[in-house]
């Protein structure tokens, strides 16, 4: 049974909507990461959270911006979605140096 | 910085044959790693870990890895892969200043009958 949920499972949207991507997770763990990954497999961190408030970019710069009010929650949104945006987007938790515990991600085509 | 290889983006077994899986690492201390799977439209599940321990590693559907230092290596294997067994494998290893996970480029597991 997943302990990280994200949702929807898969969106098809049209350019230039505005969108939430949905991420929750029932461990309380303070870390929460968005990885981006596109057809060729590789992961690429957008975005990461150490806890209530913070949040910072990763590695691969995104248009996305992402919001953590609560421990268990760290939706990412976009503003204005466009075809290049189509990727498929995964959130992870952790609890310090352990290892990932990922959602089964989220597939967006924007159209 | 820590980061790790993976060597062959795609590999090929028969069904029966061993897998191996290579993962090269780059570390100025020990490390942590992992494997992950990934099957097609999920996300990546862990199937095993080193922290330090034992550095035979045994995970889940029969996949085990073997730390070695002198070769900084932590190269995933399985003695007979099964139909089921095709997916994407990433080797990650932990950055212990941000606690982030560097993942490899992913090795995609395809097997025949």
């Known amino acids: 049974e997943a302990d990280i949920y994200q949702t929807p499972r898969y969106l098809v949207i049209g350019t230039g909507k505005k969108i939430t991507l949905e991420c929750s997770q029932t461990?309380?763990?303070?870390?929460m990461y968005w990885y981006q990954q596109d057809p060729g497999m590789e992961l690429h961190l957008i975005h990461y959270?150490?806890?209530?408030?913070?949040?910072e970019k990763g590695d691969l710069s995104s248009e996305s911006t992402v919001s953590r009010i609560r421990t268990e929650h760290f939706p990412l949104t976009l503003e204005s979605a466009r075809p290049s945006h189509t990727s498929q987007y995964l959130c992870?938790?952790?609890?310090?140096?352990?290892?990932?515990?990922f959602g089964s991600g989220t597939r967006l085509t924007v159209v | 910085a820590q980061s790790v290889t993976q060597l062959g983006s795609h590999v090929s077994v028969s069904e029966g044959a061993l897998v191996l899986l290579r993962c090269n690492y780059s570390?100025?201390?020990?490390?942590?790693l992992f494997w992950y799977v990934q099957y097609p439209n999920q996300g990546l599940q862990l199937l095993l870990k080193?922290?330090?321990?034992?550095?035979l590693v045994k995970g889940i559907n029969g996949f085990e890895a073997e730390f070695k230092k002198s070769e900084t290596s932590f190269h995933l294997t399985k003695p007979s892969a099964h139909m089921s067994d095709a997916a994407e494998y990433f080797c990650?290893?932990?950055?212990?200043?941000?606690?982030?996970?560097?993942f490899g480029t992913g090795t995609r597991l395809q097997v025949f009958p």
């Open positions: 461990m309380g763990h303070d870390k």
């Open positions: 959270s150490y806890g209530v408030n913070s949040t």
């Open positions: 570390s100025s201390v020990p490390p942590y």
């Open positions: 080193y922290t330090s321990a034992a550095t």
């Open positions: 992870a938790s952790s609890d310090d140096g352990y290892g990932y515990t």
């Open positions: 990650a290893v932990s950055d212990f200043n941000t606690d982030k996970l560097i």
